[in-house]
């Protein structure tokens, strides 16, 4: 099954490397993903997101607000 990534931020450093650590975290699990990121502010918001940047993974919001570890990144993509 192909998992959904998207990386919710306006392209700050901390969203640059949160995509970097979710595709490194993807390979790493040997799935099969698309990552997106999302760098328009209403679409942010559209996922209830205030704080960037946002983990969302298959439509679901895992994190916002903060940079988590690759291990953290891991157990939410899994």
Same mark, same amino acid.
């Not at 959904?4 to 099969?32: D, S, V, W, Y």
């Not at 983990?55 to 895992?62: A, N, Q, S």
């Given at each position: 099954?192909?998992?959904?990534?998207?990386?919710?931020?306006?392209?700050?450093?901390?969203?640059?490397?949160?995509?970097?650590? =979710?595709?490194?975290?993807?390979? @790493?699990?040997? #799935?099969?993903?698309? !990552?997106?990121?999302?760098?328009? &502010?209403? +679409?942010? $918001?559209?996922?209830?997101?205030?704080?960037?940047? =946002?983990?969302?993974?298959?439509? @679901?919001?895992? #994190?916002?607000?903060? !940079?988590?570890?690759?291990?953290? &990144?891991? +157990?939410? $993509?899994?």
């Amino acid at each position: 099954m192909k998992r959904e990534i998207k990386i919710l931020g306006t392209g700050c450093a901390k969203c640059i490397k949160l995509a970097a650590l =979710a595709k490194q975290a993807a390979i @790493e699990l040997g #799935i099969e993903y698309e !990552l997106e990121k999302v760098s328009d &502010i209403n +679409d942010i $918001i559209s996922y209830g997101v205030m704080l960037t940047p =946002a983990l969302v993974v298959d439509g @679901e919001v895992k #994190i916002a607000g903060s !940079l988590p570890s690759i291990d953290q &990144i891991i +157990d939410y $993509i899994k």
